[in-house]
């Protein structure tokens, strides 16, 4: 069989040409996949010390490459820092947000075509092949796991109706591109969260309108078959144009893909705080904003965010995302899954594709509120998983401490 050379979504990029920066321990090759997965099996994303050069990346790493790796692999901090600026001085994203919906469809189209840029349809369907199981598992574990907890958690803490829409249509979302760079720190199985990563989206065209429908209609109204012509609009077809892309103009992809992860990121982060102003403003009568702005201390400007309805949809954001980290690990141990298998899966389904989440509210449900979940996510999704991938980090897999032990 033909080797396989996978490269998948603008966040994973940035940390993979730094690897030998971030001290990882990596095994061999053939442990981050099933025993029956062939050793010659080059994957981009994963190839150590180099070995199987990909042909298609001759080029050597040059200083601008690294500046640009090292600047998108600060995605999280970007989110956070922006947060902190839409609470303090909303105002600062006023000129996208008047802008919206369409400066944030035209958003999220530019970063899914970052993202098949980077994709080789055959390769992605070769290697979908050869591991199906965990692959179906992991994407049953995404469209299940997610919405199920994102309804128990909205009614548990009695989220009006528009924002338990949001916490809803945020858990029916596909996982986040920037699973994969967080499953890279937390040594997990890459070539299962970036294939895991891209079926959902591409699923997401069916399973996030058609589950929405069925779990937030009977709170407002929803057009399922105006969702689903969304995602393909916004998702799939950009991803499927940056692919052909790739086919079409080899030479020009190649200039302009160093910089694919750094607009990505940016653009994302720009996304996801400008809704996030947008609501912050909302929330006058809860006294968040006129407590920011006074002199008050750190300690009262967090009371009073945390007794407000701010609080309670920053505490369901948080429970979903905790819930998806946890019970996505558990799910994979039961199913029998190797270790970097579960972390991978867990990682993978506690990481939405908020920004989908975003758009999908500001274009289709009247209430402004049902994006503020979403936006939330960005932040602390991003702070969650950075905090579990670094963990993880210095945690060697269980099962390879066993092995090597036994050999000893």
């Not at 809704?275 to 909302?282: K, L, M, T």
């Amino acid at each position: 069989m033909a080797p396989i050379s996978l490269q998948l979504t603008p966040f994973i990029s940035p940390l993979l040409h730094r690897r030998r920066n971030l001290s990882l321990r990596r095994p061999p090759i053939p442990s981050l996949s099933p025993p029956k997965l062939p050793r010659s099996l080059p994957v981009r994303s994963v190839h150590r010390n180099n070995e199987h050069p990909s042909p298609s990346h001759p080029r050597k790493s040059t200083g601008l490459d690294d500046f640009l790796s090292t600047a998108a692999s600060l995605y999280p901090l970007y989110v956070t820092a922006g947060g902190i600026v839409a609470c303090l001085k909303p105002s600062t994203f006023s000129w996208f947000v008047q802008r919206g919906p369409a400066s944030y469809s035209f958003s999220l189209g530019l970063i899914m075509l970052a993202m098949g840029l980077t994709l080789e349809l055959k390769d992605l369907f070769n290697l979908f092949m050869q591991r199906p199981l965990s692959i179906l598992f992991g994407c049953v574990a995404q469209y299940t796991i997610m919405p199920a907890s994102a309804a128990l958690i909205g009614k548990f803490f009695g989220l009006s109706p528009s924002l338990l829409v949001g916490l809803i249509l945020l858990g029916c979302c596909p996982g986040g591109t920037a699973s994969n760079v967080v499953t890279l720190i937390a040594q997990g199985d890459v070539p299962l969260s970036i294939v895991m990563t891209v079926c959902t989206t591409l699923g997401a065209v069916i399973f996030t309108p058609f589950l929405t429908k069925i779990l937030a209609g009977a709170y407002i109204p929803v057009d399922a078959a105006q969702l689903s012509l969304s995602t393909l609009q916004v998702v799939v077809a950009p991803i499927l144009l940056g692919s052909c892309l790739q086919k079409a103009f080899p030479s020009l992809v190649k200039l302009v893909l160093p910089f694919a992860p750094l607009v990505a990121v940016l653009t994302s982060s720009l996304l996801a705080c400008s809704v996030f102003s947008e609501n912050v403003a909302r929330f006058k009568s809860s006294m968040v904003i006129a407590t920011l702005a006074s002199d008050a201390s750190l300690w009262t400007v967090l009371q009073s965010i945390l007794s407000g309805e701010l609080g309670v949809v920053i505490l369901s954001v948080f429970c979903l995302h905790f819930a998806g980290f946890f019970v996505g690990y558990i799910t994979a141990a039961i199913g029998g899954f190797r270790e970097r298998e579960r972390r991978a899966i867990s990682i993978e389904v506690g990481m939405q594709n908020s920004s989908l989440g975003v758009i999908l509210a500001t274009s289709h449900f009247s209430s402004a509120m049902v994006a503020l979940p979403p936006a939330m996510s960005a932040v602390i999704m991003n702070i969650m998983g950075s905090t579990l991938g670094f963990c993880w980090r210095y945690i060697e897999p269980s099962d390879e401490v066993k092995t090597s032990a036994n050999a000893k």
